[in-house]
């Protein structure tokens, strides 16, 4: 394993801001439609049927599901391993929409790692979140809605969390207010304050605007880079980091995995950028873990290896 490179803050936007994923915002759209109308047993009839429509007309998601599966799984993936990875996504999706109505009883939910989040509950000084584009962070928050004690909000870009809030709010006003948007002046001091209650914030890992600090570090393989800045806060507020992934296992099923990351309780100034660049790498490790466990769950559509600058 090659040691990681910190990188410069990039002049060009990540390829997934300059090339927006118009299959996922599609089908966001046509699952939300046919899930709020038929509901969740005859609206999975139609599932495959849709992932094979977004398979064969969204090519450039398709080519970079190759070239990912192509790593997690370390041989050539077949087309019914691109579909998979597309009705995962489909899926998810499609659960969404019944997680943000309270429907619990439509699942199966098993929690791996309860422990871990049971002793930040306990310590009652909250906990950053760290999950990816993996699975549903939603039933993350769908848990902690249904358990005393537990509460999760997300932390996303502002434009980011405009879009969802505008989504969600369609599907559960009361969603929206579990998002706190960052770039805003009061971003900081609601963050602070959700924590000093004790409270669990979300924030995905694996994806930078572009125009933030990222480290360059192995994964599936070969260097990629990775966001600074989720860490880089959890550092600044000295606050424990825990990997949240929440995994689509078909059906009706679930499993939610909490695992330590980091503890920068004690970390001083001094040695805070090395403690950041080492849960990156953490990360890191953790997320390609459970990539090569559970392939299909990763849902990032582009070339999350394009080195920096290059033409897409």
Known sequence: ????ETAHPPSQQAEWVQRPERSNQAMLRVM????????RAPARFVLAGISLYFLLFAPAAKSASRAYLRRALEREPTFAD???HFHSFASTIHDRVFLLNARFDLFRVEVHGEDVIQDVLAAGRGAILMG???GSFEVARAIGRRQPG???AMLMYEENARKLNAALAAINPAAVQDIIPLGQLDSMLRVQACLDQGMVLGVLGD???GGDPTLRVPFLGADAEFPVGPMRLAAMLKRPVLFMSGLYLGGNRYAIHFERLADFSEVERDRRDAAVEAAVVAYAACLERHCRAAPCNWFNFFDFWRPKGARP
Request: zero cysteines; aromatic letters at 8%.
């Open 1 to 4: 394993m090659t040691a990681p």
């Open 82 to 84: 691109v579909f998979r």
């Open 32 to 39: 939300t439609w046919i899930s709020l109308r038929l509901g």
């Open 132 to 134: 990816a584009h993996m």
């Open 207 to 209: 994806r930078t605007l």
């Open 150 to 152: 537990l509460k999760v």
